[in-house]
């Protein structure tokens, strides 16, 4: 069994920077992919970032050049750095792990493992 907790989230403002932590334990030998996603107040959750093992990323289009997905597989922490955020990236943000980089919010729900999440709110 696989338990992640997010740390790192809290209030700025836009233009500004912020980086969140997921720090895995347990079981993670079978762990491919690592991904943050996030939901907004009467939204549809999406996802922000994905890493596999192989070292691959992809982005949301509305985050890519601003948002950065990196690991430390030594201390097993998946960060993700944001920069020049925007008061649309407002949200609460979920770290996930999987054996694979879903492209399918079943099969994250189904076979991925979840944080419980942090608050980022930024303010204009």
């Known amino acids: 069994q696989m338990t992640l907790s997010e740390s790192g989230g809290g209030s700025v403002q836009a233009g500004g920077s912020q980086r969140l932590l997921c720090k895995a334990s347990g079981e993670i030998y079978s762990v491919y992919c690592m991904a943050w996603f996030r939901q907004a107040p009467g939204k549809e959750r999406e996802g922000v970032a994905s890493?596999?093992?192989?070292?691959?990323?992809n982005y949301a289009d509305s985050v890519k050049v601003r948002f950065t997905i990196s690991q430390d597989n030594a201390n097993r922490i998946v960060y993700l750095e944001m920069n020049n955020l925007k008061p649309e990236d407002t949200a609460m943000y979920y770290c996930?792990?999987?054996?694979?980089?879903?492209?399918?919010?079943?099969?994250?729900?189904?076979?991925?493992?979840w944080g419980q999440g942090t608050q980022v709110t930024i303010s204009s």
């Open positions: 890493l596999n093992s192989d070292g691959r990323t």
């Open positions: 996930a792990a999987a054996n694979h980089c879903y492209s399918n919010d079943k099969d994250w729900d189904n076979l991925g493992y």
